[in-house]
């Protein structure tokens, strides 16, 4: 599946990677980048790579939560309400721009994204599976935005930055965009049946004592850590645990190890942390500390 994402999105191996292995974890991620590098494009290949329906929606200060979970209206037909579903009903939603809506419409996304049903009118319709929620914002345009609280981005799985292509990768880009749109080259590569198969087969993947208590020791360096002013909760250690499981199962284990809590830390937890006052003065940056507890917490015996 990764390489059929690759034929439209160049060079981004590991930010694909890592949005594949939330769909699988369950999870959500959050891209945070300039315009213009890719976001949007992920999200329409990976939904016609695995065949389920994308939607998007452009996140406004006038946007209203019936916008995304849906509204009902009056059909005169049966004399009754009917639900129209939004687009969060899809299997790939991409919520563009997240941090420009306000607080109120921001909480209707995270509430379907964490409990995935929506509630209107009293009742409850759960959302499909899969279901992945990949939400934008970009970090240099701060103007008329509502940034998003810590107890909001602890929703995401996983945040990540995808950065502008090298030159080998847009020279790639120009030479493929000049012959039309990529997108439509994309043929699904798998269907929603087969993802519900491997969010089980994730599920079912070993995690020892050795590796809870190592993700408990890492959890709680970042509570005790001087520079933090808030640490690791409990779910970001669920999430993380999760994520491993997912990383495991693509690499055909039926076990987690130390190395999959190592390399998926720095995408999994800095977006969950808080800096103290001073550190923040001082330039540091929580996936830094992240770093530095990874090299610091030792892993137990398995």
Do not use: C
């Not at 939560?65 to 059909?75: A, F, H, L, R, T």
């Not at 790639?172 to 087969?194: C, F, H, K, N």
């Amino acid at each position: 599946m990764t390489a059929n994402i690759e034929q439209v999105i160049k060079g981004k191996r590991e930010v694909i990677q890592l949005t594949l292995l939330a769909l699988v974890a369950e999870g959500h991620v959050l891209l945070e980048d300039a315009p213009g590098v890719g976001k949007t494009t992920i999200g329409k290949a990976l939904a016609a790579s695995i065949d389920v329906p994308f939607g998007r929606v452009q996140f406004t200060p006038d946007l209203l939560p019936s916008d995304v979970i849906g509204v009902s209206i009056w059909n005169r037909g049966t004399n009754d309400f009917e639900f129209r579903p939004g687009p969060i009903f899809n299997g790939i939603v991409l919520a563009d721009e997240v941090n420009r809506a306000s607080p109120k419409t921001q909480s209707a996304l995270l509430e379907a994204m964490a409990e995935r049903q929506v509630t209107t009118d009293g009742v409850s319709r759960p959302l499909g599976q899969p279901f992945l929620v990949i939400a934008t914002q970009n970090p240099l345009d701060h103007a008329g935005t509502y940034p998003l609280p810590e107890s909001q981005l602890d929703r995401f799985l996983v945040k990540v930055s995808i950065g502008y292509p090298d030159r080998d990768a847009e020279l790639e880009i120009l030479a493929a965009y000049g012959e039309g749109d990529q997108l439509d080259t994309i043929s699904p590569v798998t269907d929603a049946r087969r993802i519900q198969l491997m969010i089980r087969a994730a599920r079912s993947v070993h995690v020892s004592p050795a590796i809870h208590g190592y993700l408990v020791d890492v959890a709680e360096a970042t509570r005790r850590h001087p520079a933090l002013a808030l640490g690791a909760s409990p779910r970001a250690s669920l999430a993380l645990q999760r994520m491993a499981q997912a990383r495991a199962a693509a690499a055909g284990r039926t076990f987690v190890t130390p190395d999959d809590i190592k390399a998926l830390a720095p995408h999994v937890l800095p977006h969950r942390l808080v800096l103290s006052q001073n550190d923040q003065l001082r330039g540091g940056t929580a996936a830094d500390i992240v770093d530095e507890i990874l090299q610091v917490v030792a892993v137990g015996a398995t």
